[in-house]
């Protein structure tokens, strides 16, 4: 009476199987975008770092305490500032159907920009909370992804939402 083995059962299966295209694809666009973020770090520090660049980019003038102060951005750094927001707008109109070389080019453009254009952020913020500030970033990125890619849902939906954080 007690025998609850009825022949009912369903058989469950953990098929892993992972596409191995899909899969070469993602690794590659993975590599591309963190080699873009060490570009853009790379060039964030050097931009707010070497005097040399940072001179071209920032105006500086001497207070009556002798200490020599940033005061602003010289015509340069304005176009360095402005000029990634500017290409990301106008490349959405100007490139409707672009190639793999026009798109690349165009991705290391904005990479090198943002990256010139961020040299800001390192002068007004203290390095620990610029890299606290990237690493919260990228978990949360991370985090996003692994979620899409295993529930194969479409987080396309939260994009208009998360862009009024912008």
Known sequence: ???????YSIPQTTDMS?????RKFMLGVYNKVAIGLL????LAYVTGSVPAVR???????????????????????MIVAFSP???LLGSNFVM???????????YWLIVALIGASMGTVVL????????????????AFGAL????????KDLTGIGSFLIMGV
């Open 124 to 139: 007004l913020y203290t390095g620990a909370s610029v890299v606290q500030t990237f690493l919260i970033t990228a978990a």
């Open 96 to 106: 409707k159907n672009p190639t793999s070389g026009g798109a690349s080019a165009l």
């Open 1 to 7: 009476m007690s025998d609850f083995r009825n022949g």
């Open 145 to 152: 992804s692994l979620f899409g890619y295993t529930t194969k």
């Open 55 to 77: 001179d071209l980019l920032f105006s500086t003038a001497v207070f009556p305490d002798g200490v020599t102060r940033l005061t602003g951005y010289t015509l340069l750094g």
């Open 85 to 87: 927001l500017v290409i």
């Open 18 to 22: 992972v596409d191995a295209g899909l």
């Open 39 to 42: 570009v853009s770090a790379a």
